[in-house]
């Protein structure tokens, strides 16, 4: 039984195209997550909602918009896409806003 | 910001070897996790401590608050503790920050 799981887990696409990626955590975890993993390997945070409320907001393009339906879903939405954007997104959850954190698959995005 | 510092950035080691890698921040947190990111890219939880001593198995974990750092230790290493192991720091009010990771490579 996935804790957290995200779909789609690879998406190749073309730029200037829009595109979403979907998470859903089953721990029951107040506070969701997007992290940008780099080709260098780097994680850094994009956004975290608590309670469906958006917490941290990073200096990241408006053409991402997170989305928080219900606290145990947090859906990112990436618009004109760039070659850039290229890179593995994790979403991630936790009970409280500094609790332990448990990451999804991942998902691999390719800008061609 | 706080400063996460992993070392060394990459570890060779023979199947059956130990090691220690270390992970060194810069200022006080209530929040420090190890993780492994194996080679298909998924990331596991290790352990969750922002300070004392854990272990699971081969692995061990300390961390000493006081003096900001944590160590990981790994027991007769074996090919799938390959991958790229992160620690990340949550300071007082502020958000989970990633150090760059030390890459192991485990040669049978």
């Known amino acids: 039984d996935t804790a957290v799981s995200q779909t789609p887990k690879y998406l190749v696409t073309q730029m200037g195209n829009d595109k979403s990626i979907k998470c859903e955590q089953n721990?029951?975890?107040?506070?969701m997550y997007w992290y940008k993993q780099d080709s260098k390997k780097f994680l850094k945070i994009m956004f975290s909602?608590?309670?469906?409320?958006?917490?941290i907001n990073e200096t990241v393009p408006n053409r991402f918009s997170p989305k928080s339906p219900d606290k145990a879903h947090l859906n990112l939405h990436i618009n004109s896409l760039e070659l850039g954007d290229s890179a593995v997104y994790f979403c991630?959850?936790?009970?409280?806003?500094?609790?332990?954190?448990?990451f999804g698959e991942g998902s691999r995005l390719t800008v061609l | 910001g706080i400063q996460v510092e992993q070392s060394p950035p990459d570890l060779i080691l023979q199947e059956g070897a130990n090691s220690t890698l270390r992970c060194n921040f810069s200022?006080?947190?209530?929040?420090l996790q190890w993780f492994h990111q194996n080679p298909w890219g998924q990331l596991i939880n290790l352990f969750y401590?922002?300070?004392g001593t854990k272990q699971n198995g081969r692995l061990s974990a300390t961390t000493v608050a006081t003096e900001r750092y944590s160590l990981l230790y790994i027991s007769s290493s074996q090919t799938t503790d390959s991958g790229v192991y992160f620690c990340?720091?949550?300071?007082?009010?502020?958000?989970?920050?990633f150090g760059q990771g030390t890459e192991l490579s485990v040669k049978p």
């Open positions: 991630a959850s936790s009970q409280e806003y500094t609790g332990e954190l448990f």
């Open positions: 721990l029951g975890h107040d506070t």
């Open positions: 909602y608590n309670n469906k409320e958006l917490i």
């Open positions: 200022d006080s947190v209530n929040n």
């Open positions: 401590i922002p300070s």
């Open positions: 990340a720091v949550c300071p007082q009010g502020g958000k989970l920050i």
